[in-house]
């Protein structure tokens, strides 16, 4: 991610730290993923404006959600699906054959894309 466009993108959009945002995103390169609990964890914002960043970063075409089937068991991705419909009901773990279902299993992934 360029450092002009992210400025462009975040300015005057949201309440927090431009320089400190844009220089954490800036990391991220593309192909690479992007979970929301480590834009809170490194810029101490609030789950709100976490969500307010990706929105906005996801409506100017620079990342794409996913949606992550996880085993928190054995800390393994099942794969990641474009639409919440695609996903089984339950699905069963191919590391440590735990029992995994939609509503406990999922996470929220981005994808840089640009």
Known sequence: MSQ???EKILKDKIDLNL?????????????????PS????????????????LT?????????????FFCYNCNNSKGLY????????????????NKLNSNDNIKIVYKVIK
């Open 4 to 6: 002009d466009l992210l």
């Open 19 to 35: 320089d400190e945002a844009i220089k954490f995103l800036m990391k991220f390169k593309k192909n690479e993923y992007i979970y």
């Open 38 to 53: 480590t834009i809170k964890r490194n810029l101490k914002i609030d789950d709100k404006k976490v969500y307010e960043v």
């Open 56 to 68: 906005l970063l996801e409506n100017a075409g620079i990342i794409k959600m996913y949606y992550e």
């Open 82 to 97: 474009t639409y919440f419909n695609e996903l089984n009901d339950e699905l069963v773990c191919d590391y440590c054959e």
